[in-house]
């Protein structure tokens, strides 16, 4: 008898391993500027081989910190600067661009901005709505940091030390929806996708990302950047080979990034 237990424990063993229902989970960690984009990948990634995928945030590059040490599978992030600092045998592939866009409370009348007056706002020389067009209020910045912080100030957009800013609690992505909601003279800063139905996006000299605006006429973005080592095992670099195809680019448009592999 305790032979044809092991026997059949032996057996359905094989059979759970190689249906695939064995294989070992991978684990991802992202900023939370990153995080939904790896999560509804690794859903479809899962539901296509049933590799489980385990995505959880944590603060900005420390995705990039684990994933480059080996202590987690994947990594991701839109954060560029310590992408210069990966020690050997760190591996990153871009697998979508990730725009920024300018939020707005859904009172304010402003609807677009001019290049200029973005930079201008930022750098704290226009400070009130009705100097671009809107209603006699105080502008109040929300930045969503580091992840779009970066970026603008890379494109020409430098923040002023002396803006009014409305301070972020807890989850950055959902707070900028939250703040700009809740106060009528705010402008947030958000990756494009992850804007709430209660906030307004406004265009930049009457363009909104997309793959025909890019990046000649609209220049915020940021690489969305997926790190692992160079020898990862199998189910990551699967992973990667699927967030780069045209189902996983699909899934990258899902969201309002630009696929980089068309």
């Known amino acids: 008898m305790k032979k044809l237990i092991f026997l059949a424990t032996l057996f359905f063993s094989v059979v759970f391993v190689q249906s695939g229902m064995a294989a070992e989970a991978i684990s991802i960690l992202g ?16 539901k296509k081989t049933g590799t489980v995928v385990n ?15 080996g202590l987690v599978d994947i990594g ?16 990153n592939n871009v697998i979508a661009k990730a725009p920024t866009v300018v939020l ?19 750098a704290g020389k226009i400070k009130n709505w009705k100097e671009v067009g809107g209603n006699d209020s105080e502008i109040k910045n929300v930045l969503l940091q580091p992840c779009t912080t970066t970026i603008f100030a890379k494109r020409s957009a430098p923040f002023g030390k002396d803006i009014n800013r409305l301070t972020q609690a807890g989850n950055p992505v959902a707070a900028t929806n939250h703040l700009v909601e809740a106060n009528e003279g705010a402008m947030g800063l958000q990756i494009y996708g ?14 909104l990302p997309d793959e025909k605006s890019f990046p000649s006429k609209y220049q915020f973005y940021q690489d ?20 780069m195809s045209p189902e996983g680019q699909e899934i990258v448009a899902s969201l309002k990034h630009i696929r980089v592999n068309k």
């Open 31 to 46: 900023d939370p500027c990153t995080a939904p984009l790896a999560k509804k990948l690794g859903d479809a990634f899962t």
């Open 55 to 69: 995505v959880e945030t944590a603060a900005c590059a420390a995705g990039i910190y684990k994933a480059s040490n």
């Open 76 to 91: 991701v992030s839109t954060h560029e600067v310590v992408l210069n600092y990966l020690p050997d045998g760190t591996v």
């Open 104 to 122: 707005v409370n859904k009172a304010n009348p402003v609807n677009d901005l001019k290049l200029q007056q973005l930079k201008d706002i930022l």
């Open 194 to 207: 992850y804007e709430s139905p209660e906030v307004k996006v406004i265009t930049v000299d009457g363009y």
């Open 224 to 243: 969305y950047n997926v790190i692992t080592k160079d020898n990862a095992n199998n189910n990551t670099k699967a992973f990667v080979d699927f967030a």
